[in-house]
């Protein structure tokens, strides 16, 4: 099901300036600096969507009302690939110190569960609804509705299971540098995998929170986002992992690729169950890139 912790800060109304006559002069400087101009509004808009775009992927705490509005969300999807590099700059240092103490499965069992629980589960969650969905062999309304379900079923149930030991046998594999370089790579390949959806399919529902990402599905500003998350997990790549680490930008690209085919083939779109999918299998294909035998 799609992301929507973000509406719990929902931004409320300020209340209003009283007695504003009655201050001391130098407590009136607070009430003269231009926080309303739009000069001020144009300047921190960006910021305010790389809030909303940090609350919308992750479940790290925020102070305050920041990146709460939906005008700010609707702008935030540039900025998913950046918020990836942010979660990997956590992991590689977890994924060290787990290293330092620990064998190398107990270690990438761990740093599989803290990459999962980045966005508190929700990326599988997509994951599980889009197999049950995509397996069911029925009629993509059907499909639709399926996905919608908030149970889940044996097709999404052998997806998780499948999508987990395979990154973890991944990451079990992977000597202390490459380890690291995964881990820090993978949040992000995982976040530039979205854009790419966004950009090559349109949105399948009528109704849903993803509408509001409206303007970058399947249009020249999900390209021109997408091309940019790219530009940045491929500088983030080769800075990280050398020729390695380009592999790894070529098998998010292949995979994504495929999967926009099956999108497309099953339900002529994408949902924000297929958007959480692609981020998890996104993942996937980075960890497996780093173990290929070439």
């Known amino acids: 099901m799609i992301m929507n912790r973000w509406r719990k800060n929902r931004r409320r109304k300020e209340p209003q300036l009283q007695e504003e006559d009655n201050l001391p002069e130098a407590r009136k400087l607070r009430f003269a600096l231009p926080v309303g101009s739009p000069s001020l509004r144009l300047l921190l808009r960006p910021f305010g969507s790389f809030a909303a775009a940090l609350r919308f992927l992750t479940i790290l705490p925020l102070p305050g009302r920041f990146g709460t509005s939906e005008a700010e969300l609707a702008n935030a999807a540039p900025f998913f690939p950046l918020v990836g590099l942010l979660l990997g700059c956590i992991a590689a240092p977890a994924a060290q110190l787990f290293f330092h103490f620990l064998p190398p499965l107990p270690t990438a069992v761990l740093l599989t569960f803290l990459l999962l629980a980045f966005s508190g589960g929700l990326h ?98 999900g390209w021109a986002a997408s091309l940019a998350g790219f530009f940045l997990l491929t500088w983030a790549a080769a800075a990280a992992a050398g020729p390695s680490g380009l592999a790894v930008v070529l098998a998010v690209l292949l995979l994504t690729f495929c999967f926009v085919l099956l999108c497309r083939s099953k339900i002529g779109g994408v949902t924000g169950d297929t958007l959480g999918a692609a981020c998890e299998l996104a993942e996937a294909a980075a960890a497996l890139a780093f173990v290929l035998k070439i």
């Open 124 to 221: 599988l969650d997509g994951l599980a609804d889009t197999a049950d969905g995509f397996f069911s062999a029925r009629s993509p309304e059907r499909m639709l509705e399926i996905m919608k379900d908030s149970s889940i079923g044996a097709m999404g149930a052998i997806a998780l299971i499948l999508l987990l030991l395979l990154k973890t046998a991944c990451l079990a594999s992977l000597p202390p540098d490459k380890l690291l370089a995964a881990a820090f790579l993978m949040p992000a390949a995982g976040r530039a995998a979205i854009l790419l959806l966004m950009a090559m399919l349109p949105y399948a529902r009528e109704e849903g929170l993803g509408r509001l990402f409206a303007v970058y599905f399947n249009s020249g500003a």
